[in-house]
C-alpha cells in the first residue's frame, strides 16, 4: 500500500520562510520524479515544482526565485523551501509521487498573512 505523507506548513506572515516534507512508502515501481502541488480557494490545482530522480527541476514562473525543491532518492522523500511568502501563496500544497501511476498526498494547508 502505498503512502504519501507531508509534514509542514500552517500559519506564515507575508515575507516570511516555511518548509514542506514528504515521504512516500510501498512504491513497488521506480520514481521518475517528485513534485508539488498547489490549489487555492477558487483556483485551478497547479505544479509549483517539480523534480526528476537525476535532480533536473522546474518551476512555476510566480515561485521561482523563492521556492526550492529537493529530494533524498534514498529516503524517497522531497522537500519544498518556501521563502518570500506572499499572501497569493495560500494554497492546500500536495505531494505527488511520479511512478507508472501518480500518488497524491493528503494536502497539507499553508496560509500566508497580510
Known amino acids: 500500500q502505498v503512502q504519501v505523507v507531508e509534514s509542514g506548513g500552517g500559519l506564515v506572515q507575508s515575507g516570511g520562510s516555511s518548509g514542506l516534507s514528504c515521504v512516500v512508502s510501498g512504491v513497488k515501481y521506480a520514481i521518475y520524479a517528485m513534485a508539488w502541488y498547489r490549489e487555492a480557494p477558487g483556483k485551478q490545482r497547479e505544479v509549483v515544482a517539480r523534480?526528476?530522480?537525476?535532480?533536473?527541476?522546474h518551476y512555476a514562473d510566480s515561485v521561482k526565485g523563492r521556492f526550492a525543491i529537493s529530494s533524498d532518492n534514498a529516503r524517497k522523500a522531497v522537500y519544498l523551501q518556501m521563502n518570500k511568502l506572499k499572501p497569493e501563496d495560500t494554497a492546500v500544497y500536495y505531494c505527488?509521487?511520479?511512478?507508472?501511476?501518480?500518488?497524491w498526498g493528503q494536502g497539507t494547508q499553508v496560509t500566508v498573512s497580510s
Open positions: 505527488v509521487i511520479e511512478s507508472v501511476e501518480d500518488y
Open positions: 523534480i526528476t530522480q537525476t535532480g533536473l527541476t
